[in-house]
């Protein structure tokens, strides 16, 4: 399966450097809601303003934590749906 990946890093030596939080390590891929909104907010075409999306915190129902984090503990996947929304409508 094709997904979109944030790229974190200019390529040295051959190797690409990806933000951990997208994969689930023990299911080893990429989490889904993580594909689904990187797809969503053309993160091949904007790389760097989709990871600074999921890096940073928002002010998102007064909830300080960054996507990112909202991804990696689990169970927001509609909270971090209606964010996508949120920017994607401005």
């Given at each position: 399966?094709?997904?979109?990946?944030?790229?974190?890093?200019?390529?040295?030596?051959?190797?690409f450097?990806?933000?951990?939080?997208?994969?689930?390590?023990?299911?080893?891929?990429?989490r889904?809601?993580?594909?689904?909104?990187?797809?969503?907010?053309?993160a091949?075409?904007?790389?760097?303003?989709?990871?600074?999306?999921?890096?940073?915190?928002?002010?998102?129902?007064?909830d300080?934590?960054?996507?990112?984090?909202?991804?990696?503990?689990?169970?927001?996947?509609?909270?971090l749906?209606?964010?996508?929304?949120?920017?994607?409508?401005?």
């Amino acid at each position: 399966m094709l997904v979109d990946v944030v790229k974190a890093a200019a390529c040295r030596c051959q190797r690409f450097v990806f933000n951990g939080f997208q994969f689930d390590a023990a299911r080893q891929q990429v989490r889904p809601i993580v594909a689904e909104i990187n797809q969503q907010l053309n993160a091949k075409g904007d790389p760097w303003g989709v990871a600074s999306w999921w890096l940073n915190p928002t002010a998102f129902a007064d909830d300080p934590r960054s996507p990112a984090e909202l991804a990696v503990t689990g169970g927001h996947e509609q909270d971090l749906r209606d964010m996508a929304d949120d920017l994607t409508a401005d």
